[in-house]
């Protein structure tokens, strides 16, 4: 036993000799071999941090001939090397290896926190700061970090504005790529995102989770003055204004706020006269479509919305509510200087006027004021003549 295990330790310095023989060129610093010199002395300029390879575009320096020449196909342009899948091509052949694996399916790059694969390491190296938290890219403006540097880049577009994805159609810039391809499909009609229930559709995949909770009834989000519930966040937050008269929205034109973004464009559709939306029935046009189907009932007579007590139809949702405080007695509006109740907003701005003497509808005609609408609609019948 003792002369073959003699034999192999010949055999293996004989092995590491050889090895020697091929390989000349032994670095002092990491003890790696070549068999060249050539090769040898571009190893040592990683140590030495000599970079003799320059740019003539942009006077980018490399410590070896064939990184400058990768490098050069950025200006160039040049694409050597293709897909024989699908003809994709690429300025490196590492480039197109890992290309590759998304036909073959192959994710070689693999988790140890969670098991999730990848087929490129640096995509893992991404995904892995998710389980660290680690942020290293952060926004000199505003100091916000992130994981990801494409996404800081971004980030910094809110900055500077840069808005480099423009629609074909109307014109509309985005700052991301993936926010045009929404917005186009406005123009295409596309919703792609289906609701298994009741089969309604959305151009977003964001806007279909927030739509299931209207079949599931889950309002996690509550009112801590009324104690209403909501399904999303931005529904609470916009409905928190009725209580604090918060109205962050204005026009340019009137001065008149909202407190809904969504309101004010609708708005200012009146200090336009635009009027997209004609009644084929009668013409009629109306700044907005809810307007017009709202409208288009008057023709139908179809009143969809109807009280469980009384049975009482009426064509708009929101009269439906209104009308149920008969029901209830439920009198939520006060006035602060009598103390009248009222089911609906709108009759104690008008019980208020009794305090105030403002008078707010005013005759075009004469001048003549009133507190309510309903009075200068019959003071007009007296100008046009017609029966009261």
Do not use: W, Y
Not at 39 to 61: L, Q, R, W, Y
Request: proline share 4%.
């Amino acid at each position: 036993i003792s002369g073959r295990c003699e034999q192999l330790e010949i055999s293996a310095e004989a092995e590491n000799q050889n090895q020697e023989r091929r390989k000349p060129f032994s670095c002092d610093i990491c003890k790696k071999c070549f068999a060249f010199k050539s090769a040898f002395d571009a190893h040592m300029m990683i140590h030495t941090g000599e970079k003799p390879f320059s740019c003539v575009n942009c006077g980018k320096s490399f410590s070896q001939k064939v990184n400058l020449t990768q490098h050069m196909r950025i200006h160039t342009g040049e694409k050597p090397f293709s897909c024989v899948n699908c003809g994709k091509s690429f300025s490196q052949k590492v480039n197109l290896t890992q290309h590759m694996m998304i036909h073959t399916g192959e994710k070689p790059f693999s988790c140890e926190n969670c098991g999730k694969s990848f087929s490129q390491k640096v995509n893992l190296t991404q995904h892995m700061m998710i389980h660290t938290g680690e942020k290293p890219f952060s926004c000199v403006n505003c100091g916000k970090r992130f994981s990801q540097k494409r996404n800081l880049t971004q980030h910094m577009m809110i900055h500077t504005g840069e808005k480099p994805f423009s629609c074909v159609n109307c014109g509309k810039r985005f700052s991301q790529k993936r926010n045009l391809t929404q917005h186009m499909m406005i123009h295409t009609g596309e919703k792609p995102f289906s609701c298994v229930n009741c089969g309604k559709s959305f151009s977003q995949k964001v806007n279909l989770p927030q739509h299931m909770m209207i079949h599931t009834v889950e309002k996690p989000f509550s009112c801590v003055n009324c104690g209403k519930g909501f399904s999303q966040k931005q529904n609470l937050t916009q409905h928190m204004m009725i209580h604090t008269g918060e109205k962050l929205f204005s026009c340019v034109n009137c001065g008149k706020g909202f407190s809904q973004k969504v309101n004010l464009p609708q708005h200012m559709m009146i200090h336009t006269v635009e009027k997209p939306f004609s009644c084929v029935n009668c013409g009629k046009g109306f700044s907005q479509k809810q307007n017009l189907t709202q409208h288009m009932m008057n023709h139908t007579g179809e009143k969809p919305f109807s009280c469980v007590n009384c049975g009482k139809g009426f064509s708009q949702k929101v009269n439906l509510p209104q009308h149920m405080m008969i029901h209830t007695v439920e009198k939520p509006f006060s006035c602060v200087n009598c103390g009248k109740g009222f089911s609906q907003k709108q009759n104690l701005t008008q019980h208020m006027m009794n305090h105030t003497g403002e008078k707010l509808f005013s005759c075009v005609k004469c001048g003549e004021s009133f507190r309510h609408k309903v009075s200068l609609i019959h003071h007009l019948k007296r100008h046009t003549g017609e029966k009261q």
